[in-house]
Structures are given as structure tokens and as C-alpha cells.
């Protein structure tokens, strides 16, 4: 079933705009309600958990959808800001029909957006996505976003809500043993976003010194020229500050990007490669799987192939290498963009969890990050993005799909070369690999002359 509104990570736009406002996230979350109750036990209770980034847009929205589920019947927990894996864990622990999270994750300050996880904090199926769609032609009515909401329904900062904030850090802390960061500091990068009130906690009460970096959210500046998508700054402050690692999110919290102690950036392969390998010395790898996703560099399947394990792919989400996983048993997977699945621990991607798992591992070895780093050799790769105007299909652009054969025949098994557009933005990513650099580097070149010549570039 095709998709409409729903991109790679739920539904995102620029706030105000057609998508993202009151009345279509009103409409969306009552379609969404109605896709539970589809498979649901008859009078099964309706009860919903919402958690949001710090978009000063996402009070608006949270507004929007909050009164929307009421007048449906569901009863509704408004967590606050928390970050998206701590409203997945909210969801499995308290057995709550559906999560909502109101964010644009990496995206600037001027996007919001939503998504939703399922019965046990579980992300939905591109199937479950196409059937809320159809839902929302059903959910005209829901669209009126005024009038007060209905008194008694909603649990606002309640108990139970404090609670999933701390539960989630509880979990957190309790992977490394007590007090074990004494004497180590840390460069943290909240990215302005939901992890300022989480992730600074669990390292502090660990014993690290924290120097934090993005770490005072005004709505306004969440992503902004800070956290995972920008962790230049990070990498500087940790060498100047002379810190054991650096650790960057993004706005929601799902992503971790990582600095060694010199400076160098460690992305999700490196991290999941470490993971990956040290857990198959340990033998505790399951299913001696790691699950990433085509755009994973090709030296993630040499490395773990050499430490005795093997590596499936998917399309790029994180939410397919979940399915992936949880069909094939594996416990461990994860993109190069930083999202990393621990699944022993979080049903969905989580950026403190990343980073304390590599800590466990610089403490099991004794080895820093600039070390560990090595067991992932990557093959020459280039990477671009390109702000598009429109997203015709990849095979009617005949410039580019021409390009796009010559190379794979040129390049054959020495190289790949990756086209697509971005689930969540207006960008087409190019992906070049080869022999070396230089080869990449012109075929990347080609690439863009390509996307030029067919009109697509803004």
C-alpha cells in the first residue's frame, strides 16, 4: 500500500504548513486510534502517551492532538519533553495502546512533525501507515481544533508521567555499574533538544564531569548548528577541554554520534561496528547478526564478517532494521546516521543507550575510542545531499539514470553507487563508494552534472 503523508520516520513538514498544524495532526492522531482499534480486543481501553521535543510548535500540535483523542473517548498521558526512546519505553512499560511523539527529530527548528509506536513501544509498518491514511478520510470531523478540552480526560504531568521520565534514566544508569565514570569528563551535545533533561543526569550520576554543549533549549534553537548533525563543535571542545569522548544527539534523542578522545567523529557504522565485534568475542552476539541498512558502508560487512559474524541489510529507517531484527532474532542494528537498536534494552533507537554501551566496552578493554575505532577500515566513501524541488521517480530522470548505469558498470565490485530521496526532507542523497577516493570523488562529480542537467537541483 503506498504512502501519502508518511515519509521514513512518521509525518514531517514546515509548521503552519499543510501537514503540520492543529487540525491535520487532530485528524491523523484520531485515524491513528482508529487503526489500534481495528485489531484491538472489543472495550479494550483507549490510552495514549505523548511525549515532544522542545519546539516551541510542538505545544501547539501536542494541543491539537490531545483534544482530538479526548473527544475520540481515549484517555491521554501528556509526558512532556522526552525523548522519543523514553516515550517508546513509556509504552511498553505501562502497556498503553499507542505512543505519540511530536517531533522533526535532526530537522530545524521550523519543522515539526509526528510519529507514532504501537502495543510495546514498537514503531509502525509501512502497511500500519498506509491504513491510518486511508483512516483519515474517515476524520474530517476531528478536524476542529477549538474549544476547551474536556475536563477529567487528560493526565498532565501526573505521576505516572514524572515517572516514565524517570524510569527511562533508572534504565539508563543501571547499564554501567555504580559511580564507574568518576574521573572521566565528557563532552555532551543536546543538540537544544528532549535528551537536556535525561542524558546530562545519567552521565552525572555515573560520576562524569559533563561539559555540555547545546544544552539550553529555547524552542527556537533545537538543531541549530549543534548536535548530531553538527558535531564539528564537539569535536573541537573535546580536545581543548582534553576529554575521554565526546557524545552528540540529535533533537529527539534517537541518534548518537561520537568523538574519540583526539577528535576524530565516530558515526553509527563505527558505533555499531565496535558493538558488533565485541560482542562476538564475548559470544553474545544474537544470531551473530548485525542488521544496518544499504547505506552502511561496505567495510561494516568486512569487519564483522573477519570477527566471525554476518550483516543483513534493509532500506534505509530505523524502523525496517527493527522488523529486520525482530524477524531474524537479532538483538543489535542500527544506521550510519547514529541511530543504534540495542533491543535487549529499547524496542526502538536510542542515542544514551549507544553511548553507554561503547563506555561499557572502553572499560571491559581498557582501550580508548581512538582504539577501538580500528576494527572498522572503510572503503573510500562520498556522500551528498541536494535540495530538490520535486521527487519524480529516480527512473525518469534520464540524465541521472544514465549516469547512475555507467558507473555501476564501471565501478563493478570494486564500488556502489546509492541514489534516493530523503524520507523526512526535501534532499536527494548520493552515495558513492570505489577503489579510492579519487574515483569516488569523480563519480560523485558525475553525479551532481547529472542532477543538474535534468532540472532538479533548487
Not at 153 to 158: L, S
Not at 387 to 416: D, F, I, N
Request: charged residues 25%; negative net charge; glycine residues 12%.
Amino acid at each position: 500500500m503506498n504512502r501519502k503523508y508518511f515519509g521514513t520516520d512518521g509525518v514531517r513538514g514546515p509548521f503552519g504548513g499543510p501537514l503540520i498544524n492543529e487540525a491535520f495532526a487532530a485528524r491523523l492522531a484520531v485515524a491513528a486510534l482508529r487503526w489500534w482499534q481495528d485489531s484491538a480486543a472489543p472495550g479494550a481501553e483507549m490510552r495514549i502517551v505523548i511525549g515532544r521535543d522542545t519546539r516551541a510548535s510542538g505545544e501547539s500540535l501536542e494541543r491539537g492532538v490531545v483534544r482530538a483523542l479526548v473527544a475520540a473517548g481515549a484517555k491521554v498521558v501528556r509526558l512532556g519533553v522526552l525523548p522519543t526512546p523514553a516515550v517508546a519505553r513509556a509504552v511498553r512499560a505501562t502497556g498503553a495502546s499507542l505512543g505519540v511523539v511530536i517531533t522533526a527529530s535532526h530537522n530545524p527548528a521550523s519543522d515539526n512533525g509526528i510519529k507514532f509506536f504501537g502495543p510495546g513501544g514498537v514503531k509502525l509498518t509501512d502497511d500500519d501507515e498506509a491504513r491510518i491514511e486511508c483512516n483519515l478520510l474517515d476524520e474530517v470531523a476531528a478536524a476542529d481544533s477549538g474549544g476547551p478540552t474536556p475536563a477529567g480526560q487528560v493526565e498532565a504531568r501526573t505521576t505516572e508521567a514524572r515517572t516514565a521520565e524517570a524510569d527511562y534514566i533508572a534504565s539508563a544508569e543501571g547499564l554501567l555499574p555504580a559511580r564507574s565514570l568518576v574521573g572521566w569528563r565528557v563532552v555532551l551535545d543536546t543538540a537544544n533538544g528532549a535528551t537536556c533533561g535525561t542524558s546530562p543526569v545519567v552521565l552525572r550520576r555515573l560520576g562524569a564531569e559533563v561539559i555540555g554543549l547545546g544544552d539550553g533549549p529555547d524552542g527556537l534553537n533545537i538543531n541549530a548548528r549543534v548536535g548530531s548533525e553538527y558535531p564539528e563543535t564537539l569535536a573541537a571542545r573535546v580536545v581543548a577541554e582534553h576529554a575521554r569522548l565526546g557524545i552528540a544527539h540529535d533533537g529527539d534523542g534517537d541518534r548518537c554520534i561520537l568523538c574519540d578522545e583526539s577528535g576524530a567523529i565516530l558515526d553509527g557504522d563505527e558505533i555499531l561496528t565496535i558493538l558488533a565485534t565485541y560482542a562476538l568475542a564475548q559470544g553474545c552476539l544474537a544470531e551473530r547478526l548485525l542488521v544496518v541498512t544499504v547505506q552502511s558502508n561496505q567495510g561494516v560487512d568486512t569487519a564483522i564478517r573477519r570477527a566471525g559474524g554476518r550483516v543483513a541489510r534493509t532500506e534505509v529507517g530505523d524502523r525496517y532494521v527493527a522488523e529486520r531484527m525482530r524477524a531474524d532474532g537479532a538483538t543489535l542494528g542500527g544506521e550510519s546516521s547514529g541511530h543504534v537498536i540495542c533491543s535487549e534494552v529499547s524496542p526502538t533507537g536510542d542515542g544514551l543507550v549507544a553511548a553507554l554501551k561503547v563506555i561499557a566496552v572502553m572499560q571491559a578493554t581498557g582501550q580508548p575510542l581512538s582504539v577501538l575505532r580500528r576494527v572498522l577500515v572503510k572503503c573510500p566513501q562520498i556522500t551528498a545531499a541536494l535540495r530538490v524541488r520535486a521527487k519524480p521517480p529516480l527512473a525518469s530522470l534520464a540524465s541521472l539514470s544514465a549516469v547512475m548505469r555507467e558507473l555501476a558498470e564501471e565501478l563493478g565490485e570494486e564500488g556502489r553507487v546509492l541514489v534516493r530521496y530523503s524520507g523526512t526532507e526535501a534532499k536527494l542523497r548520493l552515495l558513492v563508494e570505489g577503489p579510492t577516493l579519487a574515483v569516488a570523488e569523480r563519480a560523485m562529480d558525475r553525479l551532481k552534472a547529472a542532477v543538474v542537467a535534468d532540472g532538479l537541483e533548487v
